[in-house]
């Protein structure tokens, strides 16, 4: 049977995370594997309101096929928020709703990559990212992740050796990584593509969740209509009612919505209608208020955690917002090792390979810090910190032994 | 910006029939054109009282993210459905979760197709599943489709001229034909593959939705594991909560759940959950026996009216179930010229050759009974059959005048 399945296949494996996240069902291990909201701020009662309320349209039924670029009052609502948190002036026809943002990088990817056309990525870059678009057959090139967003001059280096049909970046509290790009670093990532033919897929699904500083603009407003914007509802609602979008020039919406009517049809007509209500019903902002403080605390926590119980040899990000912290083990170490022997001491996590399109990264990891509550934190980072120090004796040991 | 998108673009379109939809949208318009179930049977209550009752568990939210292959008691539900309905033993693990069928169609284009293989077709055959095949740019041949199922003699000399990676089929109540295979037609059709490596995609929305004659076995049931059977909870609960399923042996769901999770991660958690919900406290099947008996009655409604107001050198078919019928006109007849006259009379339908992947199909037509309530289908066939007779005269007329 094998014999018969499409070439894209050969190389296509399940998502690494997904996998382990199977790993960590086990209710005694700590994880900071998944890349999961908290479900305490789950809007629950306000989504039950909601259903009860749209469930009384008879005109337009929210159980009803309803339109492939999505609903309309949504659209609107998405490109409103655009004009007010960035002065973005976004038509809500340049709004397509997509099963998450998930699915807008797989209609991107099917609408733009021939086999073998170049994407530019960071490194390290989201592995759904590098999933979605690698069914397509792209070849990969990537550009190193700074402390204050992507390595500019590499990336331009690598542009005039080969253009790049898509450059994926994501500028806020970037996944893996926590990253977040400067000020002066979206200037300068704009300006390496004045004047190339190059499509910026700019995802955006954290972009609301900021702890520290201010909210700086999106790429996609020094670049205009070569950016394309990625939203989703995932992280400031709920992931279950999968919802993103994109946002896009006109003549891409148009391939999107022909890409879309092929691949499904339409997003879940209820979702969308319940998203809407649950909006106009309820104050967005400060349910997202919510979340970011006890998001914030979360992320102090797992910081000062790391501060007193990892060995000094190690180095990690302090993220700005988002979900995710990046840490980086001295070079004898490996995380995939790590991982192994965590496990035994119940704690889980995301080894940093998965990210890397290179087979580098062998000695990063990623930590989740929004799902797991306060009290976890503590304990989880602690006896990881044991498991690192246990490492590294043993390796220096080795060392010495040898 | 054209000259960016991948060549899989070039002859994609968006959907005739969705285009269509959007001019029937005027109120004044009797539309026989959509493939729209009945709203009044949609199970709203049911489903408000199940929002109520899921989002009572705290341990597996329903807002949450979740796994790719689905809810585990609804593929287990699927799974007991096929074993009563059909005596089909179905592993709950050879059920993958989908966003409706179409998604479906994607997800097996996307796993199977490599650019130039051929898809083998009915002839018409469902829009949705040429548009989802050809982004993976296959070529497709087709083989007439009879009063009783597919000519198979055309079929076996087609795939001994040309194999086929896959031959999709809807053997009951086709849409757009409305057409089913006959018990002797199924079992010649298992007979074409014997010996064949070609995978068979068995589609079947519809399948639960018969008024007249005895339910027959899916071709699955004589194919086994080189059948691929879809199935949809659009027809039989509601389309807008977007689920459906593929039922296919394990080494195929592996693939499949792959390009899901590269896809859109998985589907729709909280319809997953309200749809499962509303089986189990609910009667699926006196639902059905509900939605059976007023289809049934609009579709002997559309045919009588038909016999009364069509004239005699029109054929049609008489479907045993399902949601659409097929209309032939006498060959000076273009349904595209009948559709534009007809839109002037304030009624619609689907013009066939969006169903023919070779262009023809000019002198055919579908008409949908489901949507349209009883009173309104008389109206719309007796205005429908009125300008099929003035077209025919003014052709006759200059004919003679020639």
Redesign the interface.
Known sequence: ??S??????RS????FI?EILKVTENPEIISFA????N?RF?P?ES??AA??KV?QDKIA????????EGYAPLREYIAHRYAKRHGLKINPNEILI???S??GL?LIG?????KG?FVALEKPSYL?AI??F???EPQFHTATLRDDGIDTEQLSALLDQQPS?LFYTIPNFQNPSGITYSDAKRRATAQVFQHR?T?IVEDDPYGELRFIGQDLPPLKSYLG?NAILLGSF?KIV?????LGWICA?N??IE?L???K???????????QRLVYQYVTDNDLDAHIATIKHHYGIQRDLMVSAIEQHFPPEVTYTRPEGGMFLWVTLPNPLSAMDLFNHAAKANVAFVPGKAFYVDGSGNNTLRLNFSNADAHIIEEGIKRLGLTIKQLLLEKTACHIAA
Do not use: C, W
């Open positions: 049977m094998n018969q399945f499409a070439d894209r296949m296509a494996h399940r998502s997904r998944g890349g999961l909201p479900p789950f629950v989504i039950v259903t009860a469930m039924n929210p159980l009803q096929y309803s339109t492939t997509t099963n998450g998930q699915q797989d099917k609408i733009f990559l021939n056309d759904g999933q979605a690698s069914l397509y049909k033919n499509i209509d995932s709920a992931p279950g009612l999968r020039h003549e891409i391939k919505v022909i890409a009517q092929a691949t499904d049809l339409q997003s879940n007509t209820l979702s």
